[in-house]
């Protein structure tokens, strides 16, 4: 069997056997009788014809000889008599004139030095451009090699890097540099850049993590603490705006927990740290809740509470479901949070700006519900556009004070609830029989509730009451898979919730 290289060329074809004859374009044989001119015309031609092998083979061995050597060889053969004729030579007898047979056309001459010579250069040709393919070739292998290594290489260090970031960012202690940034946004005399130095190294990479071209975190913090810098903000407005939004990061980072909880459900260690990541998350933001608690006299740090030891009983007994449920009692309470902080009667922002005289403090509370209307204006937007750009334009900085609403920000907070709310039944309605009924159907009624103190004025408290026992009513049929009993129930509170959504017009 013949050996061949990585490049498919034969060896052995390279190299002259001494049992073998070896092809050539030519083939030589002897006569006697021969004239010195004829010597010199076929010593022209040779050189002639030793020249253009030479521009033929080196393109031909090139590009194509090495991966269709085995078939020419074959074809070679059986053109034998037609192109390539035995180059034969008797290096005995030095008086012997040799013809050279090309084609069918004879050249002759004298001195077989020239036949050996020629034969010398066409074989070095030959192993030249073999051995420059070769060469090729290896370096080819070595550069293909050379760039997987490099391929690995960058792997492994994009994976130390995003590893040393991970590792980074379990260290940073997110509350300590919060509250760092808050402290010094406090002072009469803001270091601004100090503070723009802090977030960048500490806190810009965590914002960014969680940020989308929608919210826009980021470039907002960063724009407001520039212009604080440069003395186009009032500090007070800034200290709102890197606050309220700081605590939007936070609640969007309580939801990826949840969502790892999800994905990681069977690795239980792993669900339980991450759990545990989004309590401390939330710690960020209990004081938050507890001043709505304070104004408005509800339970929601309670409520919360009770979210998180459901999803970690959940965890113990393997009840997905009790998760999902837990997860929307604590992410849909912290919106009902943010709402009541914003547009909420009576100690909604929009009520306290309406109601300040001081034009200057008026628009730091307009900062700040605007900040805080952040956390909610993406859930509102996917269910009641029209509403959710209401409240936007009057939080927005550019409006002037004196231009808020409050009745209508709470008009078009009540729509906007009311029409996720009825989603929600109707996303429900049509997953009866599965998980997913359940799941819409207890937040159905957490948006209820998230608006209850503006349904029992506007359908009174009777009607709130009603509506509000059908809601859960409807949640334990679905759980019970009751179908017949949730789809009458079901089309009793979209009745009312669509009387509700016009009603608020």
């Known amino acids: 069997m013949i050996n061949k290289n990585r490049r498919g060329c034969s060896k052995r074809a390279l190299e002259k056997d001494e049992n073998e004859s070896f092809p050539m374009l030519f083939s030589v044989k002897f006569s006697r009788d021969v004239r010195s001119k004829n010597r010199c015309l076929a010593w022209a031609f040779l050189n002639i014809l030793s020249y253009y092998p030479f521009l033929v083979l080196r393109g031909f061995i090139e590009r194509a000889f090495l991966n269709v050597y ?10 034998l008599t037609m192109i390539l004729i035995l180059f034969i030579i008797d290096f005995d007898n030095e008086n012997h004139y040799q013809l050279i047979h090309i084609r069918g056309k004879n050249f002759m001459f004298k001195n077989k030095n020239i036949i050996v010579a020629f034969l010398a250069t066409a074989l070095i040709l030959v192993l030249a451009a073999c051995g420059q393919t070769d060469e090729s070739a290896a370096k080819e292998d070595d550069t293909t090699a050379a760039s997987q290594d490099t391929e690995v290489n960058d792997e492994e260090n994009a994976s130390e890097d995003q590893e040393e970031d991970e590792e980074s960012e379990e260290e940073i202690d997110y509350g300590a540099v919060y509250k760092e940034g808050l402290d010094e946004l406090a002072k009469e005399e803001v270091d601004f850049d100090k503070l723009i130095s802090i977030y960048d190294e500490k806190l810009q990479p965590f914002v960014q993590n969680r940020d989308s071209d929608k919210d ?52 239980k260690e792993e669900v339980n740290e991450e759990i545990e990541e989004a309590e401390e998350f939330y710690e960020l933001i209990k004081g938050t809740v507890e001043k709505r608690d304070a104004a408005y006299s509800t339970t929601l740090v309670d409520k919360i509470d009770a979210g998180f030891t459901q999803m970690e009983e959940a965890v113990t007994n393997d009840d997905s479901l009790a998760f999902q449920l837990g997860k929307q009692v604590v992410d849909k309470t912290l919106m009902k949070t943010f709402y009541l902080a914003t547009g909420a009667l009576p100690n909604g922002y929009a009520t306290k700006i309406a109601a300040n005289e001081d034009v200057n403090e008026a628009k730091v509370q307009q900062a700040e519900g605007w900040a805080f209307y952040q956390s909610l204006v993406g859930y509102l937007t996917g269910n009641s556009p029209e509403e959710a750009e209401l409240i936007e334009q009057q939080f927005n900085l550019e409006t002037d004070v004196k231009e808020v609403n409050p009745e209508t920000v709470n008009l078009a907070f009540v729509r906007g609830w009311a029409q996720t709310a009825l989603n929600e039944f109707e996303e429900s309605e049509e997953n009866l029989g599965k998980d997913e009924a359940v799941i819409t159907a207890l937040e159905g009624a957490l948006f209820i509730d998230m608006i209850d103190s503006d349904l029992k004025r506007i359908v009174g408290e009777d009607g709130y009451s009603t509506l509000n026992e059908q809601a859960q009513s409807y949640l334990e049929a679905v759980q019970a898979d009751e179908q017949d009993k949730a789809l009458e129930l079901n089309e009793q509170i979209v009745e009312t919730l669509t009387n509700v959504v016009e009603t608020a017009k």
């Open 70 to 79: 085995v078939i020419l060889k074959k074809l070679l053969k059986k053109l």
């Open 216 to 267: 826009n975190l980021d470039q907002t913090i960063t724009a407001a603490l520039e212009a604080g810098k440069s003395g186009d903000m009032d500090p007070a407005v800034v200290k709102q705006l890197f606050d309220k939004l700081m605590q939007k990061v936070f609640f969007l980072t309580i939801r990826a927990e949840f969502a790892e909880v999800t994905e990681a459900w069977d690795d």
